[in-house]
């Protein structure tokens, strides 16, 4: 769904920093190899991902939803020579695709996979996050929240993708299995609610929402 005119998106996207190469292989053998290639960040929104982690500048990276490893490559651009960026998917067939590119970069050894639930993996990780990347299923968005605030340090950032949900977030008649949809616009009051965050929501793409950690 474009928000902006296509041809005005084409520019946005010309005149921001080019895709880097390796993430350009992963694009072409995600579209050729992978089911549900949509699922990418993209050229665009990665770009973004890895400026604001540059800006942040985190030590600990927790990414929810590694799908191919696009955004965790674009992540960890930002990321401290001393840092580890943790990733968590419950695809198994993913695995040695995602290891495949990881081990390509220059961050191969700071990128740690973890395989299955994010709810039951997340508390077992010994680390506090400087930054924080929700890209996974949207019905346990606030889960997710709640799971991670008290390990994000204070002045940390979570990322939430999707939150616009091609712009399904303004249907208040949406059908009853679709559970995706209510389970945003819960999330989203959530965000804009909790006294432990400050958020902006972005209308890049389909919607990135930054939520900076208050205490």
Known sequence: MHFIPEALDNYVVAHSEDEPELLQQLTRETYQKILQPRMLSGHYQGRVLSIISKLVNPKHILEIGTYTGYSALCLAEGMQRNGALHTIDINEELVDFQRKYF????????????????????????????????????????????????????????????????????????????????????YNRLLKEDPRVETVLLPIRDGLTISRKIF
Request: glycine share 6%.
């Open 103 to 186: 081990d390509t970069s220059n961050y191969g050894h700071q990128i740690h996979q973890h395989l299955g639930n994010a709810l039951d993996i997340i508390p077992k990780l010994n680390s506090s996050f400087d930054l924080v990347f929700i890209d996974a299923d949207k019905d346990n968005y606030a889960n997710y929240f709640n799971i991670i605030i008290d390990k994000l340090n204070p002045g940390g950032i979570i990322l939430s993708d999707n939150v616009l949900w091609s712009g399904k977030i303004l249907d208040t008649t949406f059908k009853k299995e679709d559970t995706a949809t209510p389970a945003l616009i819960a």
